[in-house]
């Protein structure tokens, strides 16, 4: 589709996704040149593509943030606010994003994985003029590094992770030593309509630069979606926002915008039409006010209710679901738990000697049956934290504890 500087000719609407609809959430592995630019499962091993691209409740729950980069800064932030959606709009899809593209920036990110660093990027919202970004949970999870580029300013800035929501695939990362930064306006997601009309502001295929914007009108609300990959790792996500706008991998943690230049939506997942798709026209949305309640909550440094705070122990393995074909292959004596794909040198999970192809089943008393059950497990637990972990090799059956150490989730 054509950027702002053309016109944004108004795209066709698809039509509604069936109960089959494979969808994808939105980052991109970041460019790195002079290759072109890499698409979803392209980019990343398949079990760090699976947890940038899903969050927890039905996902695999491989990492949340990275332990040593969430700030212990404690609450007070002032509470960000939504306004009520204004009437008075214009036609003028330039215009829009004019007001709205400077407080809009990219957001790119290293993931450890267990033979090397990937690159990824996505895209964040300025929540406060010191340096609150509002961004998904996946944009940031199992990071090493996050670094924010603003627009209109030279360089990058480094970000630390305040908090994170992965049921709701939320999070706020904060950069340093800024001020006058120009901040967003989140509206009343509650006063949308269908068919009203939105636009969609994101580092778009993490390109860089200035942010890609494409245009349409709402399709739906109140969605409840499956997010995937490939069919693997679903989670479900409530509430969501559908429009027919475009987006593309790297728009994740972008805006989806009025016609008056406030935020209604916080871009997350899109339809994936086929395995090589770069873009979609079924696009999903967090609704701003369910994001500022989040981001609020964050702020004021407060846990509970799915939300994060603070650093997270971290076990040591990539891991992936477990199924009967796959049991048979590897000849397991379990059919479900947490099969380790990958275990990094010198954490819990190494010393402990669990190894590859191995398939966790309990943390402490909890039974593991998938890698979203681990991931949840873990959250409970901080650096320092001695759990046992049980895990099966072929037919035995082991047992340590361990000491959680500072890390991704996982």
Do not use: C
Not at 34 to 47: E, I, K, T, Y
Not at 137 to 144: E, L, R, T
Not at 161 to 179: E, F, R, T
Not at 246 to 253: A, F, V, Y
């Amino acid at each position: 589709m054509p950027d702002a500087e053309t016109g944004l000719p108004q795209e066709p609407r698809p039509e509604e996704p069936g109960p089959e609809t494979q969808l994808m959430l939105a980052p991109q592995p970041a460019p790195a040149p002079p290759p072109p630019h890499r698409g979803l499962g392209s980019g990343l091993a398949l079990a760090i593509v699976a947890a940038i691209v899903l969050a927890t409740g039905g996902g695999v729950g491989i990492g949340f943030s990275l332990a040593h980069l969430i700030s212990n800064r404690t609450g007070s932030q002032a509470q960000i606010q939504t306004v009520t959606p204004a009437t008075n709009g214009t036609s003028n899809p330039s215009a829009i994003a004019a007001k709205v593209s400077p407080a809009v920036v990219d957001i790119n990110t290293t993931v450890q994985t267990a033979t090397a660093n990937e690159q990824a990027a996505g895209t964040g919202l300025i929540l406060d003029s010191t340096g609150d970004i509002l961004t998904n949970n996946h944009v940031v999870a199992g990071s090493i590094s996050v670094r924010v580029t603003v627009q209109g300013r030279s360089g990058n800035y480094a970000a630390t992770v305040l908090g994170v929501d992965p049921s709701d695939d939320m999070a706020v990362i904060h950069i340093a030593n800024v001020s006058g930064l120009p901040t967003v306006k989140l509206a009343d997601s509650s006063k949308l309509q269908v068919d009203d009309k939105v636009l969609a502001i994101g580092n778009a295929l993490g390109l860089g630069g200035a942010p890609k914007v494409t245009q349409g009108f709402i399709t739906a609300l109140d969605q409840t979606i499956t997010a995937s990959e490939n069919g693997n790792n679903s989670e479900t996500l409530n509430g969501m926002i559908q429009s027919d706008v475009e987006i593309s991998p790297g728009d994740s943690g972008g805006a989806l915008v009025n016609t008056a230049a406030q935020v209604v939506g916080i871009i997350t997942a899109g339809e994936a039409t086929s395995f090589r798709t770069n873009t979609s026209t079924v696009a999903y949305a967090i609704p701003s006010s369910t994001a500022v309640r989040i981001a609020n909550q964050i702020l004021a440094g407060q846990a509970g209710g799915g939300v994060l705070i603070g650093p997270v122990g971290h076990l040591g393995v990539g891991v992936d679901s477990l199924d009967a074909a796959t049991a048979a292959q590897l000849g397991l004596s379990v059919t479900s738990g947490a099969l380790v794909r990958t275990v990094q040198a010198g954490s819990p999970a190494a010393t402990a000697g669990i190894t590859p192809n191995s398939v966790i089943t309990a943390i402490n008393s909890t039974v593991i049956d998938s890698p979203s059950a681990l991931g949840n497990a873990l959250q409970a637990f901080k650096p320092g934290d001695q759990v046992k972990v049980t895990w099966v090799t072929g037919s035995t059956t082991r047992t340590a504890t361990v000491t959680l150490t500072s890390g991704p989730t996982v």
